[in-house]
């Protein structure tokens, strides 16, 4: 059970052990962050509920049709543009109120809940609390904290971790890195297979692990009108900006705070030169200031180079 | 596999089974006993404190085949339909996806109907704070005034959302948070019929979690029976919510005594491959960093919350407190309040806890100064007073001798630099205008002897006017740092002629008994 889901050996034995005795809640929350296997988990226990051997082997057709998202008994909505508004709520409820096409289970997937807008979070709370029989809500976020009272009382809260990063090495490796590559990504990933996946497959975030890692190496080195380059490029995109934001933290936290790192160089070496503890923790202070300014729409390039200069001197 | 989660099962068929709102529920079955019952009422608390439960049963105690009655039978034909959300005299409706005016509208078409199988038609309108202001207001009229036997129950988490239109047609009734002993009392009721055994602290652990709601107590219970191989166990609950238990707590605060750093990331490191939830480790601390706090100021203080966390007597929480300053404990709160603010906005409680680590052991750790000599400080102030004096002697002889010393200074230079002074400020700048044509004869003591040329009457006037003169002087005191006082047009050696004694004599004659 479970087996495509890398890790969170908790979570799987909570969900198996409701599932052997016969003692789902109708309900859940998988509640951790990006990249670590929510979504995944969501839709094998769709597959383990719906599957015809009922191990969720992912052989049979309905497993292939559910892993495929062409099963019409499972459905998985998530944010349309930056929030999950009520009409896809009101469509999900109606969906899970019809009987069954298969005669299994109907499962409703909402990803990134706390995207829901306040409407959309209240117009589920009937359905989350009374849903019809046979029929099972799972519900994704990265911060359980933004979302309603009224939703956490109604679901079981499972929570998922981040990664070791024995996992994400290994799992690297399978996908056919080498040893030094995977070890060098894994450093960049912050503990969330997802983004590890998203580096190694994607064009854009691969460009952008190269300049997160030239900047984290030889930021001092760089002349001055090629950390102004780097700041334009990365600052013309707020999501890439904040991404690149994301992968400098974890780097920090990678080499000074993970004491069993592979990677881990003498303490608080970063940038090109050596930080005293106070001084990385008020840089990842000052890099979560950034995000939220960056989020509520400030500008992005100013951001980023005053964030280079400020590392540089 | 349908089975109904603990929540739905045991929701309360009897009003006797709502816990820890006995304040609502007496008053509802008065009024019903005696017959006053309102057409409208609004239901108001946090998530799972009673509200919808309470709105059908209501519904059942109006509609029993033996009611109205305080006391429904939970057996007849209207109970069950109710029970079972078939009824077709009570409607509960979803006020959060029926939120429009056109819905409204609808249900105020349907109202003029009377009820087919009960006596009381029951509108139910759970999360009625998310209907839209048009909808609110097109409801006014029939909630004022409703056809006869018509009831209205709005059930909200957010009241103060509700317009004022809306509160004062309705009876409002506020729920409780429930109690942790109530809420305790229900789960060892509802896992004896569950036929599930369930330890004591395991149930307590649960209580505390929920804050206030059944629901969520009862929520938590259902995932732990799952969890469980058979009894459900204290451990199980802990493994589960990712408690912290007391062992890693003490660890904690050891380090943060030693002020090792290493040790403490090694800490937070090894809580999260346990899968502990990080945000309770951190509200935890605070917990215990407050209680620390409590016990040092009041050895008597009744058991505190942080010391149930550590599991700790009075004397072992003492002996810790003792180790940690009081500075550095009101700093280990602060940091952890604003790690756990910071955690909550951005759903990355790793990063600011080990943030907050860093901060706190970078503290140094301070010698005690509990004791301060008394001895010591009376010393103190006694040379501090000497020097006092000794400043003060000082500075009269500086007076003094600055006196002396500028008894027969460079006239030209010490007028011009005046001149200079006063040039240089806004406000003296007429005093400036006037003086720059007078010519300095003599500097004797206080006294600074200067003439006009014929030419410049207006200006000997003006400095010679006693209001003009006092203020030139006031001046020059200020610019000099010493007294100054202007003699105009006076000849100096008139007051000190050498020969000033002779000529006296001369005039008035007798002796001179003393020359100087």
Known sequence: MFARVIGQARAKKILQRAVEKEHLSHAYLFAGPHGTGKTTMAKELAMVLNCETGEGCGECSSCRRIGEGIYPDVK???????????????????????????????????????????????????????????????????????????????????????????????????????????????EYSGGSLGKAIEIKD???MRELYG???????NLQQLLPHEVIDIGAKIGKDRLQTIRFLDILTDVIRARSFKLNSNTKQDFGR???????????????????????????????????????????? | MARLSLYRKWRPQEFDDVGGQEHIIKTLQNAISTGRIAHAYLFAGPRGTGKTTTARLLAKALNCVEGPTPNPCDRCENCIAIKEGRSLDVFEIDGASNRGIDEIRELRETVRFKATQGRYKVYIIDEVHMLTTEAFNALLKTLEEPPESVLFIFATTEPQKIPATILSRCQRFTFRRIPSDIIVNRLTEVSEKEGVEVEAGALRLIAETAQGGMRDALSLLDQAIAFSEATVTTKIVEEMLGLTDASVL???????????????????????????????????????ARTLLIVKADKEAPLQSGEILLSMERDESLSLANSLENRFLVRTIEVLAEAIQKGKQTADPELFFEIALVKLVEEKVVESTTTIDNVALEDLNKKLNEQKKKLQEMEMQLKEGALQATENPDIATFWQEILLQLKSKKETLEFWA????AEPIALQGQDLYITFPEAYEFHRANVENEKNKRLIESQLEMLTGRTIRLRIDENPDDRKDPNFLAKTQEVFGGTIIKPE
């Open chain 1, 211 to 217: 300049d997160a890692s030239k900047v984290v190496n």
């Open chain 2, 250 to 288: 003490r660890k904690l605060f050891a380090v943060l005594a030693k002020r090792e750093l290493a040790e403490g990331l090694a800490l937070i490191q090894s809580a999260i491959n346990e899968g502990k939830d990080l945000m309770y480790f951190m509200e935890s601390a605070l917990q215990v």
């Open chain 1, 76 to 186: 998985v909505i998530g944010p349309e543009g930056p929030s999950i508004k009520i009409d896809q709520i009101r469509l999900m409820c109606s969906f899970l109120a019809m009987s069954s096409y298969e005669g299994h289970y109907k499962v409703a997937i909402i990803r990134q809940a706390e995207k829901m807008r306040d409407e959309a979070a209240n117009s589920l709370l009937k359905t989350l609390e009374e849903p019809p029989a046979d029929s099972l809500v799972i519900l994704t976020a990265e911060n359980q904290y933004a979302l309603l009272p009224t939703i956490l009382s109604r679901v079981q809260k499972v929570d998922f971790q981040k990664l070791a990063q024995e996992e994400i090495i290994s799992y690297l490796i399978n996908r056919g890195l080498s040893k030094e590559e995977a070890v060098g990504l894994e």
């Open chain 1, 202 to 204: 994607s064009e854009s």
């Open chain 1, 270 to 313: 970063v940038f090109g030169k050596e930080y005293a503890e106070t001084q990385i923790a008020a840089i990842l202070d000052y890099l979560e200031e950034l995000k939220l300014y960056i989020e509520g729409y400030g500008n992005a390039q100013l951001a980023l180079e005053g964030l280079f200069i400020r590392l540089r001197r």
């Open chain 2, 434 to 437: 006037f003086l720059n044509v």
